[in-house]
């Protein structure tokens, strides 16, 4: 079978659930070698042993995105276990929403830390490798596209009451998303976003009272969204739905095919149809 990422090497961030989940197994069908990471040992582990279960290949990593060693480790994983880097996905994150007059220093720089810090170190500590292996293929001439797909939101492109910690780490990705797509271009390395509008997971599940939390590195944090308005945001979206995992994974995808190896520096809408919030 003729699969698109056939021994590729692919990094995803918060692929333990949710997103990162269907993104890491969409790779791992197409043929790639996923470094799985997640905060939480358990779903990472889960992973994997799914993508070996279908006879695919991939190891985790687990950690928090914000640790302070975690880029080196992170990128050291692939290097190590597959020899290779062609893809990474800056995906972990969560929400930790409120009116700014009552958002405390410490929310906004969770935001900032996962959302924004993590990604700029990860690309940091995989430029050298990417370096590096764009040279050596320059030189043999077997020039190969390596791609980063960095996970922004439409609350990053226009705003989202409650959200001014989480939006503004969202647009920043999207700034260095952009600069990075003019830094790494003579690397043969595209950096593209993903804007997810509502998709279904834990941070966004129809809750019944809408006071459901989860641990998140050791925090509670508000998840879920009261069934009410959930039902209202489905309304307003044109193809009538929020999305799966699997179609925010589909938009990822994308991007790591060959098919859109001379698109870079842009940020991808997939929000159902959606042109605003
Ligand atoms: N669900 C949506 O509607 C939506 C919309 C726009 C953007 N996003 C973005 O998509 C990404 C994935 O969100 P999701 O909806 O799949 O959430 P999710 O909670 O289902 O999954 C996120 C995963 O990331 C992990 N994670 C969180 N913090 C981490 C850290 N510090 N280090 C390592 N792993 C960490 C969590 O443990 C979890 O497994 C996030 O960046 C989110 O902001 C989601």
Same mark, same amino acid.
């Given at each position: 079978m003729n699969?698109?990422?056939?021994?590729?090497?692919?990094?995803?961030t918060g692929s333990g659930r949710g997103i990162g989940r269907a993104i890491a197994l969409k790779l791992a069908s197409e043929g790639a070698r996923v470094v799985v990471n997640d905060l939480d040992e358990a779903p990472a582990k889960e992973v994997v042993a799914t993508i070996r279960a279908a006879g695919g290949e991939a190891v985790t990593c687990v950690g928090s995105v914000v640790a302070t060693d975690f880029a080196e480790r992170f990128v050291g994983t692939a290097v190590e276990t597959y020899e290779g880097l062609d893809i990474v996905v800056n995906n972990a994150g969560y929400t930790w929403d409120n009116v700014i007059q009552k958002m405390t220093d410490e929310q906004?720089? *969770?935001?900032?830390? %996962?959302?924004?810090?993590?990604?700029? @170190?990860?690309? @940091? #500590?995989?430029?050298?490798?990417?370096?590096?292996?764009?040279? *050596?293929?320059?030189?043999?001439?077997?020039?190969? %596209?390596?791609?980063?797909?960095?996970?922004?939101?439409?609350?990053?492109?226009?705003?989202? #009451?409650?959200?001014?910690?989480?939006?503004a780490a969202k647009a920043g990705i999207i700034g260095m998303t952009m600069t990075l797509a003019k830094e790494w271009g003579r690397l043969n390395t595209t950096v593209n976003c993903v804007a997810y509008g509502f998709i279904k997971t834990r941070l966004t599940e129809a809750t019944a009272d809408g006071n459901a939390? #989860?641990?998140?590195?050791? @925090?509670?944090?508000?998840?879920?969204v009261n069934p009410d308005l959930m039902a209202t945001i489905e309304r307003n979206i044109p193809l009538g739905r929020g999305g799966t995992p699997d179609d925010a994974a589909g938009a990822v995808y994308l991007l790591c095919i060959p098919e859109s190896d001379y698109v870079s520096g842009q940020t991808l809408v997939c929000g159902g149809g959606l042109t605003g919030l």
């Open positions: 699969r698109s990422l056939e021994g590729k090497v692919a990094l995803v906004w720089y *969770a935001m900032m830390d %996962v959302h924004l810090t993590a990604p700029f @170190r990860i690309l @940091r #500590a995989a430029q050298p490798v990417i370096r590096a292996l764009a040279k *050596a293929e320059a030189e043999s001439g077997n020039r190969t %596209v390596r791609k980063v797909v960095n996970i922004s939101s439409m609350a990053g492109l226009f705003g989202n #009451a409650g959200q001014s910690n989480y939006s939390t #989860a641990n998140i590195g050791g @925090r509670e944090i508000k998840v879920g």
